[in-house]
């Protein structure tokens, strides 16, 4: 059951990561738009970029995440399939 429940939160696809992605870096210039707000000049602008890097670092380790994911089921599929 709890293993059915996991799947939910897994990230199967690059169609799912994009859309966490997306997802992330609308939260991202949410919290930079508010950072301008309360740190007007060069302060918030840092904060804004700051956020939006998270986001792109973030993007990056989840997509080159699901290609190791990926190359590693294949690699054990294929031991399966010798082993048998």
């Not at 994009?18 to 602008?45: E, K, M, N, T």
Request: include cysteine.
């Amino acid at each position: 059951m709890y293993r059915k429940v996991a799947r939910l939160f897994t990230i199967k696809t690059r169609v799912e990561a994009f859309l966490i992605i997306y997802a992330l870096a609308l939260g991202a210039c949410s919290r930079g738009v508010h950072y301008l707000d309360q740190f007007p000049g060069y302060g918030g602008w840092m904060l804004f970029l700051a956020c939006s890097g998270a986001v792109f670092m973030a993007g990056g380790k989840v997509l080159d995440c699901l290609k190791y994911e990926k190359a590693a089921r294949e690699a054990q599929a294929s031991q399966v399939t010798q082993n048998s």
